[in-house]
């Protein structure tokens, strides 16, 4: 779909390499360009607790998740040979993925000026913490806390409480995916090149959604209250079963709050003034959890979800890790090569004819150093031999 495309990877942990790796499922020939200094991504080195079978080497679960169908080349941008080689390979880029603090690139000869002058054509998508006017670096777990969302999270007698997932950075991603192929297509059409910020903490407070309407439109200020939801009721609020696991309700409109009662054996509680309407059923949302709790915990797991389905009530079960990876939608989105550790497609949309994807594994750290400098550059064996003698590559 994209294989003509060249994206050079100047970007580490999350947010950026889960664009470079959407590119990649596209088609797109993705560069990683990483530093000697560190031993590449710091990711490589963030090993899950059981680290045996997590990852090989320095490929950890971690760095799996989103480096899937690149190649890896290491460049020492502190040294004038290794800023040199970047700025060849920028000559015949499409696009570049940087997650530099603002500063940093300009230092290194690796900012949007720089490369452009060389490709005037070029998309230049950056992650900053703050945006590129702030120097300050950004941190997923800080971003959640100064965007409201661990305020939000937990429970309401407890903490602030930070999401399991680095969603800050998976929001930046997504926003720049989108940013990045609204901007090739600008270019598609005669645009030219372009500058594509997108910053964590903008990403976020964009995902707050009605959250934060809630707030600018009514002027209330979203507290922490579980699993519930502010402006619906019942939804989120896990309830046990007679047989063990848990379900969650998604009830947001009156005849499905209806039909959960007939199915619950209480229909007399559709009709009850405290709960006939959703802004009824909010207000009493305590005495409505107590009564759906003491029944809910009444009926078998399977039975129940059985027929609320029938009944078009949105209901699902609450799984752990391998209980999603068992289904088989979940199925579909693992990368699987033959002679690498598995990972997460970006790319939730078949895209090719018979909806496959075959990418590479997940590079080792300068993996493919020698190979790019021979087949994007045509260095002979000789040359690439002394720049890894004078510390510009590894």
């Not at 020939?29 to 680290?51: I, M, S, Y």
């Not at 997650?99 to 950056?126: F, I, M, N």
Request: glycine fraction near 10%; charge should be negative.
């Amino acid at each position: 779909m994209l294989d003509d495309l060249v994206v050079l990877e100047l970007a580490s942990v999350l947010a950026g390499p889960s664009v470079g790796q959407f590119f990649a499922e596209l088609g797109a020939t993705v560069l990683k360009v990483e530093n000697p200094r560190t031993d590449g991504d710091v990711t490589r080195q963030w090993h899950a607790p059981n680290v045996e079978g997590n990852g090989r080497e320095d490929r950890s679960a971690y760095f799996c998740c989103c480096n899937h169908g690149k190649q890896s080349i290491a460049l020492d941008l502190s040294t004038e040979a290794g800023r040199t080689l970047l700025h060849e390979l920028a000559e015949d880029a499409d696009v570049v993925l940087a997650s530099y603090r603002p500063g940093t690139a300009e230092a290194l000869g690796a900012d949007y000026e720089t490369l452009s002058s060389l490709s005037p054509d070029l998309v230049y998508g950056h992650v900053t913490g703050y945006g590129p006017d702030r120097e300050r670096a950004g941190y997923d777990a800080v971003i959640q806390a100064e965007s409201g969302f661990m305020h939000m999270n937990g429970p309401a007698d407890g903490p602030p409480t930070k999401l399991p997932v680095a969603l800050m950075d998976v929001l930046a991603a997504h926003q720049l995916k989108e940013g990045l192929l609204v901007a090739l297509l600008n270019r598609e059409q005669g645009g030219g090149g372009a500058y594509v910020p997108v910053s964590l903490f903008q990403a976020a407070v964009s995902g707050l959604a009605n959250q934060a309407t809630n707030w600018l439109v009514a002027g209330h200020s979203p507290q922490r209250m579980g699993s519930a939801h502010p402006n619906i009721a019942p939804y989120g609020t896990p309830y046990e079963t007679a047989d063990g696991p848990s379900v969650v309700l998604a009830v947001g409109t009156d005849p499905q709050f209806a039909a959960l009662c007939d199915v619950l054996g209480r229909p007399d509680l559709a009709d009850e003034p405290r709960f006939a309407t959703n802004a009824d059923r909010v207000a009493h949302r305590d005495a409505l959890h107590a009564l759906l709790a003491d029944q809910i915990q009444q009926f078998d797991h399977d039975a129940l979800l059985a027929e609320l389905h029938e009944r078009g009530v949105p209901v699902g079960t609450v799984r752990d890790m391998p209980a999603v990876s068992e289904q088989p939608a979940a199925g579909a989105m693992v990368l699987a090569p033959d002679d690498g550790p598995p990972g997460l497609r970006q790319v939730a949309f078949p895209h090719s004819n018979d909806g496959s994807t075959s990418l590479r594994p997940p590079p080792r750290y300068a993996e493919h150093t020698a190979t790019i400098l021979h087949e994007q550059l045509g260095y002979s064996p000789e040359r690439i031999d002394v720049l890894e003698t004078e510390g510009g590559v590894r």
